[in-house]
């Protein structure tokens, strides 16, 4: 079983900046695609940052210009950056990683993180 550690999360000022991690069991290389997504309390899970594995992102709307997905090989581990934090991004944030079957017949396989609290407030 794929395992995802999640570590950055609490609370911040608006404005504010935090990192979060996750590092996965094996090696990044091995995941089609990695990313970060969020579910706030009463709404529906949110795309927030994702990585293929040729290297182009895709950010959600509401997080562009403002939080950034990163990798480092070394030490296995998915970054992101959140820079100007709101508190509309209060949420708890999840680590994904996908791998595409390519036996047939094709499917794909998400793993998730445990998620991290990332609460924005004065």
């Known amino acids: 079983q794929v395992q995802l550690v999640e570590s950055g ?11 979060l991690s996750c590092t996965a069991s094996r090696s990044i290389f091995s995941f089609d695609a990695m990313g970060w997504y969020r579910q706030a309390p009463g709404k529906q899970r949110e795309v927030v940052a994702t990585r293929t594995k040729a290297g182009s992102t895709n950010y959600g709307d509401s997080v562009k210009g403002r939080f950034t997905i990163s990798r480092d090989i070394v030490k296995n581990t998915v970054y ?21 079957s390519r036996v047939v017949p094709v499917s794909e396989s998400n793993y998730w993180g445990q998620g991290t609290q990332v609460t924005v407030s004065s």
């Open 9 to 19: 999360g609490g609370l911040v000022q608006p404005g504010g900046s935090l990192r």
């Open 80 to 100: 992101l950056q959140m820079d100007s934090l709101k508190p509309e991004d209060t949420a708890v944030y999840y680590c994904n990683a996908l791998l595409l």
